[in-house]
């Protein structure tokens, strides 16, 4: 039972480039979720999942797509990548059942120059 | 104003000492509270839900005030171990997905 696995661990883009971030997780969690931590500013929600081919926007999803094809997939897309997009980006999940809270990965580690 | 506020510290303590952390949410819906840890440059780690009838794990008891809209936890006898940032969470009825606090960094010294 490996949790939710990210990868990669660290990344460098250039500014214009595109890429996926990958989260998994084994656990048969419904809801997913992504979160970028930027100093002083807390966790901030990028995009979240309920079940297989259900996805929204949470506060900051402008330039960051999402798919949820299968219940253990939740990639995160960076359309054109962008130095305001530096940050450490977290995936979660947890069981849609109760009121449970979310298990991280984690983490992955992005600089665009 | 921020969903979830908390004091950012840091708190300095010495070793045995008892210390509170507090939080106050904006948003009435809100359904589910948790005290969540990161350590530096590592992912948060739940540490507790937080339930209206307060509850306690060993040395960390955590309450929640729905009429008032705050959540506290206090940590008895702190260790060095206990260094760390706490993050005061909110979860919504509707989204089922996360607000964070920005964060209490704690440092407990020898």
């Known amino acids: 039972n490996a949790g939710v696995t990210q990868t990669p661990k660290f990344q460098v883009l250039k500014t214009g480039q595109s890429m996926t971030l990958q989260c998994a997780q084994d656990?048969?969690?419904?809801?997913m979720s992504w979160y970028r931590q930027d100093p002083g500013m807390g966790l901030r929600l990028i995009h979240y999942s309920v079940g297989a081919g259900i996805t929204d926007q949470g506060e900051v999803p402008n330039g960051y797509n999402v798919s949820r094809s299968t219940t253990e997939d939740f990639p995160l897309r960076l359309l054109s990548a962008a130095p305001s997009q530096t940050s450490v980006y977290f995936c979660a999940s947890r069981t849609g059942q109760g009121t449970y809270g979310y298990t991280f990965g984690s983490g992955t580690r992005l600089t665009v120059v | 104003r921020k969903e979830v506020e908390q004091d950012p510290g840091p708190f300095n303590v010495p070793e045995g000492a008892t210390v509170a952390f507090n939080c106050t949410y904006s948003?009435?819906?809100?359904?589910?509270f948790f005290w969540y840890r990161q350590d530096c440059r590592k992912e948060p780690k739940l540490l507790m839900s937080?339930?209206?009838s307060g509850n306690e794990d060993g040395r960390f008891t955590a309450q929640l005030n729905r009429a008032s809209q705050y959540i506290s936890l206090l940590i008895r006898d702190s260790k060095l171990s206990d260094s760390a940032t706490y993050l005061c969470v909110v979860m919504d009825t509707g989204r089922r997905a996360l607000t964070f606090g920005s964060g209490t960094r704690l440092q407990v010294q020898p």
């Open positions: 937080v339930y209206s």
């Open positions: 656990m048969n969690h419904e809801y």
């Open positions: 948003n009435s819906a809100s359904q589910s």
